[in-house]
């Protein structure tokens, strides 16, 4: 039996068709048996053809011997096909939903099989990538989001100090009028500018907040259009500046999908944070290859430090360039988040002859 279910290859077999070919292979034996049954039937009837009692008794026997045939012959039959297309799979599954009910996404579901459990271990093994994968969004999102409260706690705690001081001197000195007019108005004055600058932060992480709430929205376009339109807003912005400007194309296609407005979001902050950092110099270099749009910002500043390396990226990070406290930091952050809506990622790192360099790439649909 086990020499014609291997013949019969059930595994590369759909289920009808295994339990089909199963059928035939219990039709035949059963068929086989009960034909030996009829001649065994007949030889005892004959053997009992004088017996005093008769052999009247042999037909009932040989239709129990039927029924036993038949009875162990569905079940026999219905063993392999449990066995052969069913165990397996079924254990694989079920092991699988416990894992995920626990939690753990940190397996594989696989079969090696031709029919519909196996397509079915192949859609199950997609849904626990696809948790797995919104999973791990989730928890990137979620310490994201407690490192920008972390943050923002921190650099909220220095204005709020710093009012707290300065309320706790005018009510110890104004009521005992120890406190000249042209003091108490410089004083108001100060708080007023720190009062201004927590109004900032919040407002920054409202337009943090709106972030995760912002759409890509992905339109078809031409390349060179949409490398105009870049080039068009760079040199605006660079030219502002008074430093000098250059670029480069790299493209393997005429048309992309790409969300417009969110890509040309990314390209102005990094141009904004090039020309920040640069000392006379910034280059752009577009790239279209393999259905990713990539673009370089490079600058000829000073490039990142280690720490900035690492936390260029982080919100309100904003390094120790002059300028620092004139912005909140928020630039590469906002590029790194719209980034990874469109599929994409951002790099920071530094040029192989110096200065900064950030790439920014963005999934896109391709037509050659």
């Known amino acids: ?75 026999l039959m219905a063993s392999f096909f449990y066995k052969m297309k069913l165990k397996k799979p079924l254990e694989i599954l079920i092991n699988a939903s416990e894992k995920i009910s626990a939690n753990d996404l940190g397996f594989h579901v696989s079969y090696d099989s ?7 271990c192949r859609s199950f093994e ?11 969004v989730l928890w990137r999102t979620a310490e994201e989001r407690n490192q920008i409260n972390a943050i923002f706690a921190h650099d909220l705690r220095t204005p709020l100090s710093i009012l707290k001081g300065y309320f706790e001197f005018i009510t110890s000195y104004l009521p005992q009028k120890k406190i000249s007019e042209e003091k108490l108005l410089d004083t108001i004055k100060t708080m007023e500018s720190h ?30 259009t949409l490398i105009a339109l870049l080039e068009d807003s760079s040199r605006r912005i660079i030219d502002l500046r008074g430093k000098t400007y250059d670029s480069r194309k790299d493209v393997d296609s005429t048309r992309l999908v790409v969300d417009l407005d969110l890509v040309m979001q990314v390209f102005e902050n990094m141009i904004a944070n090039g020309v920040r950092y640069a000392s006379s110099q910034v280059k752009v270099d577009y790239c279209v290859c393999n259905g990713i749009f990539s673009i370089t910002v490079t600058d000829d500043g000073p490039g990142f430090s280690n720490e900035e390396l690492v936390k260029a990226v982080l919100p309100f990070y904003r390094g120790e ?45 391709v037509d050659k």
């Open 1 to 75: 039996m086990a020499k014609i279910i291997n013949y019969l290859r059930l595994k590369n077999m759909t289920m009808l068709q295994s339990f089909i070919a199963l059928n035939c292979v219990y039709l035949a034996i059963v068929l086989t048996a009960i034909v030996f049954e009829f001649e065994w039937a007949d030889r005892i009837r004959q053997r009992f053809v004088d017996h005093p009692s008769g052999n009247d008794w042999v037909l009932t026997a040989q239709i129990i011997a039927m029924l036993f045939t038949i009875g162990i012959g569905l079940f």
């Open 195 to 224: 009062i201004l600058r927590m109004e900032r932060y919040v407002e920054a992480m409202s337009s943090i907040q709106k972030l995760d709430e912002l759409p890509a929205n992905k339109q078809e376009v031409e390349v060179y």
């Open 321 to 365: 360039v002059p300028e620092a406290n004139k912005h909140h930091g928020l630039g590469l952050y906002v590029c790194k988040t719209l980034c990874e809506k469109h599929q994409g990622g951002l790099q920071v790192a530094n040029h192989s002859r110096g200065g900064g360099k950030v790439t920014a790439s963005f999934l896109c649909q």
């Open 126 to 136: 997609k849904m626990r990538s696809q948790l797995e994968s919104n999973f791990k």
């Open 114 to 120: 031709k029919d519909e459990m196996s397509e079915l």
